[in-house]
């Protein structure tokens, strides 16, 4: 089956530093790779997304990285505030394109 | 949540009785997707449905069905609950390009489901 896997369950950061968030996959042909943040009590929300053929993606405040030589994904969050306190998955695509499969997490705390 | 509603919201029921998960939207997305979340295990894909009447497994289907009648409605059953399928079942939506979903995943609220 699919492995997904995060670096570490738990990160604690100051409010205002930057976050980075990594993730490992183990199919290769993996060619689609999402970021979710999930808030206590609530549904995953889509964060950013990457594509095989890119290496890097940039959003607001957000920035993922793909690594396909050693299968690594990473989340960075810049001037990380309060409100990025949740749990953070990465998912990907697998063999079958339309089953996406989720990491454990990692939970995120901001210290005010 | 994007136009996704879970039906209930909480169920507490005994082992081996019948239980059905609702998830309506509102969206007319042609993927829909059942998810359970574990402590340890992140989310898991139970089933999925490409369109009225198409589904599939997902890695951990035994023990559930599913029902796809209506582009709006996706029911997920658990025939016989037993203990193990106590979790919080998350319904997801995406759009399509074509008949390959997108793979940008709207969740609903979730339900959380105990048998005791």
């Known amino acids: 089956g699919e492995s997904v896997g995060l670096h570490l369950p738990t990160l604690s950061v100051q409010e205002g530093d930057n976050s980075i968030i990594n993730c490992a996959y183990s199919?290769?042909?993996?060619?689609?790779f999402i970021w979710y943040k999930q808030e206590s009590g609530k549904g995953p929300q889509f964060i950013i997304d990457i594509r095989s053929n890119m290496d890097k993606r940039q959003g607001q405040r957000v920035t993922v990285l793909l690594n396909k030589t050693v299968k690594h994904l990473s989340l960075q969050i810049a001037a990380t505030q309060p409100g990025d306190s949740a749990v953070y998955f990465c998912?990907?695509?697998?063999?079958?394109?339309?089953?996406?499969?989720f990491g454990t997490g990692t939970s995120l705390t901001v210290i005010p | 949540d994007a136009g996704i509603t879970q039906s209930p919201r909480h169920k507490v029921t005994e082992t081996g009785t019948p239980v059905t998960l609702r998830c309506h939207q509102t969206e007319n997305h042609r993927y829909m997707y059942w998810y359970r979340q574990d402590p340890g295990h992140g989310l898991r894909l139970i089933h999925y449905s490409y369109g009225v009447k198409d589904t599939d497994k997902g890695e951990v289907s035994d023990g559930y069905s599913v029902s796809r009648s209506k582009t709006e409605d996706f029911l997920l059953t658990l025939e016989s609950a037993t203990s193990s399928q106590t979790s919080v079942y998350f319904c997801a939506i995406s759009e399509s390009i074509g008949w390959q979903g997108t793979g940008k995943l709207f969740f609903g609220s979730g339900t959380q489901l105990s048998v005791l």
């Open positions: 998912a990907e695509n697998g063999l079958s394109g339309n089953q996406f499969y």
């Open positions: 199919n290769s042909a993996s060619d689609y």
